[in-house]
């Protein structure tokens, strides 16, 4: 019996892992990205905002009442505005993985990617990993991208569910109908744009013309946990 | 405006030059007898244990406020109690359990009810 050369070509297997590690590498680059946006928000506007909202505050003490409370509208209402500038990171401290994964979706997928995301998630009795929920995001965002490169799609339905083995991941989606000038039967079927993809990610896609969607499932396998007591 | 003297002592530390003029002109305003500090070392210069309340930005210059509420904790951990976090980065930079947070940007009253929870909450340097 000889060893197995450094040549021989990864089994399926650990191709997909090595695919999954490349979404998460994905999902860990935009994390750092939106952090880098985010510091830079805070080390400049915020501050400033801040001292706008300040400098009112002192202007309104010194006002009757009724300009005192049109200020203190203004306030509240810059607020509220500035408030909303600042997306939260999807990975914040504070988020465990169903928290993230709805964060990550709301903001990554939701009105970006497709105009109406519905969700079915089942995460709670076999809560999955951080580095799992990067790959589920990673994977829905390239799956929805390469199924519609131009446009968002019109509706789409994803459900995860957790077990002790990984992650099941369910997604169908109702794409954007022909492009204006082009005859539907002119364009793609989505799944054969998909295949490429499907096939590097370990997805498995399908059309459903009579529902004109398509679908693809996807598991993320979770390693064994070692046994405990020993 | 002459400040009113003998309230409660506060103390801002946070290395943005305005905010620091702002709040220190708010909190006279309001009664405060305030100091200003823009690092760790500066505030524990001026003695932060014996304010009653903290306002501690997270991210400053040298060291983080983190580090300023953990110096004062190691010789009385009923310190922590007198702090409130000044932050623009609320839910990425690691906050101390139990001290409240003030997120940036915030209105001057959010900040005055922050230091009245203080006030309520902890018992002032003076009572240990």
């Known amino acids: 019996m000889t060893a197995p050369s450094g040549d021989e070509p990864p089994s399926a297997d650990t191709a997909v892992a090595r695919v999954h590690e490349l979404l998460r590498l994905v999902i860990d680059l935009q994390e750092r990205a939106q952090r880098a ?20 505050a002192s202007v309104r003490r010194r006002l009757p009442a009724g300009p005192a409370e049109r200020v203190l509208a203004v306030e509240n209402r810059l607020r509220l505005t500035t408030v909303g500038l600042q997306a939260p990171s999807v990975f914040r401290l504070a988020h465990d993985a169903r928290a993230a994964l709805i964060a990550g979706l709301t903001q990554r997928v939701d009105g970006l990617l497709v105009d109406r995301l519905d969700t079915e998630l089942r995460v709670e009795a076999h809560p999955p990993t951080l580095t799992e929920v990067a790959v589920v995001l990673g994977a829905v965002q390239l799956l929805l991208t390469a199924g519609s490169p131009h446009r968002r799609g019109e509706h789409a339905w994803l459900s995860a569910e957790s077990g002790p083995d990984g992650l099941a991941l369910r997604l169908r989606v109702r794409p954007p109908g022909p492009r204006p000038g082009s005859a539907a039967d002119q364009d793609p079927a989505p799944a054969a744009l998909l295949r490429p993809l499907a096939d590097l990610i370990g997805a498995t896609v399908t059309d459903d013309p009579a529902t004109t969607t398509w679908s693809a499932a996807l598991h993320v396998p979770r390693p064994p946990r070692p046994a405990a007591g020993r | 405006m002459n400040a009113p003297t003998g309230g409660p002592r506060v103390l801002v530390v946070d290395d943005n030059e305005m905010l620091r003029a702002l709040l220190e002109r ?5 009664g405060f007898q305030v ?46 109690r007198r702090f409130a976090i000044l932050t623009g980065a609320a839910g990425v930079d690691p906050v101390p359990a139990g001290i409240p947070v003030v997120a940036k940007p915030f209105t001057a009253d959010s900040l005055l009810s922050a230091i009245h929870e203080v006030l309520r909450a902890a018992p002032g340097p003076d009572a240990r």
């Open chain 2, 35 to 80: 100091s200003v500090a823009d690092s760790v070392d500066q505030a524990l210069g001026l003695g932060a244990a014996g304010f009653d309340v903290i306002l501690v930005d997270l991210r400053l210059g040298d060291r983080p406020g983190t580090d300023l509420i953990a110096e004062l904790c190691r010789d009385d951990p009923a310190a922590r």
């Open chain 1, 37 to 56: 946006a985010a510091d830079r928000l805070h080390d400049g506007p915020m501050q400033e905002f801040t001292a706008i909202l300040l400098e009112l």
């Open chain 2, 26 to 30: 708010i909190l006279l305003a309001e």
